[in-house]
């Protein structure tokens, strides 16, 4: 049994090594913080699965190590705060979005609950509303996501493109990782309360605590493999791109050249003429907000310009604009 959890411990210690490396190659590559905070939150999963392992192999260490939860837990008080903060981030970054002042008031309740939980007398109840506290901020941030995520769905439906077909792809596999975040955040606070009323000890001469969740391990092990997918995805891509401009670069440079001038010849500044071009491209708001790194409601904002200056109204009208302009000059 012994040798199954080295070697299951090992499995985790690897793949969240995996999941951490990918994420500061691509930081590196691109700069974008999103890639960071992603690899920041697996260095934080991999301490903490440290500390459970040795909970589990080592008799004195786990003693202490629950003598020391029941009355000042600030390890584990700043692994679950600081894996609420990486999920908001991250969350936001996914929908390019602001972080809500709610989102805010949110991690200090948390914080502040973490913080005052161990005044509370020797008792299961006490070690449940620790770990509960953190399930809540888990799921309603995969509400928020899911419910934002069905605005933008109502959006793009109202608007037919070409491209739709891909980007409701993306939005479902966002969609099934929130929905499974959900469902998963039940299982772990069933199993939680199963264990901690019925299975563990809070007496004060033993306390004896089991500080693994399988059903974590399970959410975390999903979290890893999704995010190995997509970073290793924004790996290769800019490596596969930059062949194919090379191959095409003189018909791709006089295409942008001449997007450009027509949107000169409007009066239209560089990150109009940027959302115009994608605008051409029939790119929905979300793909042109993924694409610039701006919000959508900055993307709404160039957009509603881009129409004033063309005296349009729709985008079909800006297509069609571009094409006459096209064929005179």
């Not at 080295?6 to 990918?22: A, H, P």
């Not at 409701?168 to 009323?197: A, P, R, Y």
């Not at 115009?276 to 310009?305: A, C, D, P, R």
Request: net charge negative; hydrophobic share 50%.
């Amino acid at each position: 049994m012994d040798i199954l959890l080295i070697i299951y411990n090992i499995g985790l210690f690897i793949l969240f090594t995996v999941v951490t490396t990918l994420g500061i190659i691509t930081y590196l590559q691109q700069k974008r913080p999103f890639f960071l905070t992603i690899a920041f939150l697996f260095v934080f999963l991999i301490i903490n699965n440290i500390l459970i392992y040795l909970t589990e192999q080592i008799p004195w260490f786990s003693d202490g190590f629950d003598q020391i939860f029941m009355t000042t837990p600030s390890p584990k008080t700043i692994l679950l705060v600081a894996h609420s903060i990486f999920l908001v981030l991250i969350l936001d970054a996914a929908l390019q979005a602001k972080i809500q002042t709610w989102q805010y008031l949110l991690i200090i309740v948390q914080t502040t609950v973490l913080l005052f939980v161990p005044m509370l007398p020797n008792h299961a109840f006490k070690v449940w509303i620790f770990y509960f506290t953190s399930e809540i901020v888990r799921f309603a941030l995969a509400t928020y996501g899911l419910y934002v995520l069905k605005n933008i769905e109502q959006e793009d439906q109202a608007k037919p493109r070409p491209h739709i077909d891909i980007q409701i792809s993306q939005l479902n596999l966002f969609k099934k990782l929130l929905i499974i975040t959900i469902i998963m955040t039940v299982v772990i606070t069933l199993e939680d309360t199963i264990v901690i009323f019925f299975h563990d000890s809070y007496a004060l001469d033993q306390v004896h605590m089991t500080n693994r969740s399988i059903s974590e391990d399970i959410l975390a092990f999903i979290y890893a493999g999704i995010a190995i997918i997509y970073l290793a995805k924004d790996l290769i891509k800019p490596t596969f791109v930059g062949t194919l401009v090379k191959e095409e670069c003189a018909v791709e440079n006089t295409s942008i050249s001449q997007k450009q001038e027509f949107g000169y010849t409007y009066n239209m500044t560089s990150r109009e003429i940027e959302v115009l071009m994608l605008l051409l491209e029939n790119k929905s708001n979300l793909e042109i907000s993924n694409e610039l790194f701006i919000s959508m409601g900055t993307v709404k904002s160039h957009i509603h310009n881009i129409f004033i200056k063309l005296d349009v109204t729709r985008r079909q009208d800006v297509q069609k604009l571009y094409s006459e302009y096209h064929i005179t000059s």
